[in-house]
């Protein structure tokens, strides 16, 4: 009976590990995920939400950029928020990603 549950303690703590190094090396790093790019155009969309709004910004060749620009994300950045308005000229700083579609966001954690 000790070599049955020895043996059973073994085959699931050899299954524990393999799994936990597993699911780590199917994570991509931040890196690879997000890059963080920096853009200046203009606020052409504002749409308000909980704490911040999200602002399309078109810069001076035409690309659109969807730029998330929340509270709790500058103060960790130590930025103040500020409230910009469609037609304003703005610089964001942060990560960024694509969608399927190919469209481009940017959390921001730089504004000038």
């Known amino acids: 009976m000790k070599k ?10 050899t299954v524990s590990i393999i799994s936990c190094t597993a699911s780590k090396m199917n994570e991509p790093s931040n890196s690879e995920s997000q890059n963080s790019v920096a853009v200046s155009g203009t606020v052409t969309h504002i749409e308000n939400g909980k704490d911040g709004y999200m602002a399309t910004v078109k810069n001076s060749s035409g690309k659109e950029y969807i730029i998330t620009i929340s509270m709790v994300n ?11 308005n469609v037609g304003d ?3 964001v700083t942060g990560p960024s990603w694509k ?11 730089k504004l000038n």
């Open 89 to 91: 000229t703005i610089t």
């Open 99 to 109: 969608d399927e579609q190919g469209k481009v966001y940017i959390t921001a954690e």
């Open 74 to 84: 500058l103060q960790k950045s130590g930025i103040q928020f500020k409230r910009y």
């Open 4 to 13: 049955i549950i020895f043996t059973a303690c073994l085959l699931l703590s």
